[in-house]
């Protein structure tokens, strides 16, 4: 075999040699995969992300209690200001109201037969005043006269031939509704030389009615504060 053979297989053993070894080194580095000092700075920033993600979900959660108390703080007083302002209409009359009470009817003496249109007597703005202000003594809790509601600054005035009832004309016969306690407000009216007595001693006709259950209507008028301010402290 000449010497050029043997150099070619030599050359040739050498090169397959070469790449043997290449594979191997290879391989070893595909199966280490990330060196150890990389995997162990990965594993220290996973931890590290783990922490921070910890306490941004903590701030999350702080910041949803914070929002959900703001948020239902907000409903509550809102709650209670709507509670405030419905409380200061009903005690002011603007809203109708229901409830027990009892209906007083009064009318003019009837006219008799053959004397001419004059009566004998005329309900006048005092009598209603003086029922308005025994219910009222009795525990009336909403009053109205034909439809007007009684309030701090209703006006019942005589402007003859007719009554006035919150700048509105009212004539008889006069229907004024009370809302309380039946029994307490009727007696009121009807103790031995009370009201009713002295009104049925003028002729006027008095009629009272108990009711489980009627309906007194609200203030309809706008009130004007045209010279009153609040007063403001300080």
Not at 43 to 55: C, H, I, P, T, V
Not at 87 to 107: H, Q, S, Y
Not at 139 to 150: F, K, V, Y
Request: aromatic share 6%; hydrophobic share 40%.
């Amino acid at each position: 075999m000449k010497l050029s053979t043997y150099l070619s297989l030599g050359l040739v053993a050498l090169v397959l040699g070469l790449l043997i070894v290449f594979q191997f080194r290879v391989n070893r580095h595909i199966e280490q995969g990330v060196p150890a000092g990389r995997a162990q700075e990965l594993a220290l920033e996973l931890r590290q992300l783990e922490k921070d993600n910890g306490k941004l979900e903590a701030e999350a959660d702080d910041l949803n209690r914070k929002l959900e108390q703001a948020t239902r703080g907000h409903t509550e007083a809102e709650k209670a200001l709507r509670d405030e302002l419905d409380k200061a209409r009903l005690l002011a009359g603007l809203v109708p109201v229901t409830g027990p009470g009892i209906e007083v009817t009064l009318d003019n003496p009837p006219q008799q037969a053959g004397r001419g249109p004059v009566t004998l007597y005329t309900i006048r703005d005092e009598d209603l005043l003086r029922v308005v202000n025994e219910l009222r003594g009795a525990g009336a809790e909403a009053l109205s006269i034909n439809g007007q509601r009684i309030v701090a600054h209703t006006e019942i005035r005589w402007a003859a031939p007719f009554i006035n009832v919150n700048l509105t004309r009212v004539v008889p016969p006069y229907h004024i509704l009370a809302i309380g306690k039946p029994d307490n407000l009727k007696s009121a009216l009807e103790i031995p030389g009370g009201l009713v007595e002295y009104l049925q001693d003028l002729g006027v006709q008095v009629k009272i009615q108990p009711y489980s259950q009627l309906t007194v209507p609200g203030y309809a008028r706008t009130a004007e504060f045209r010279y009153a301010k609040p007063v403001v402290k300080g």
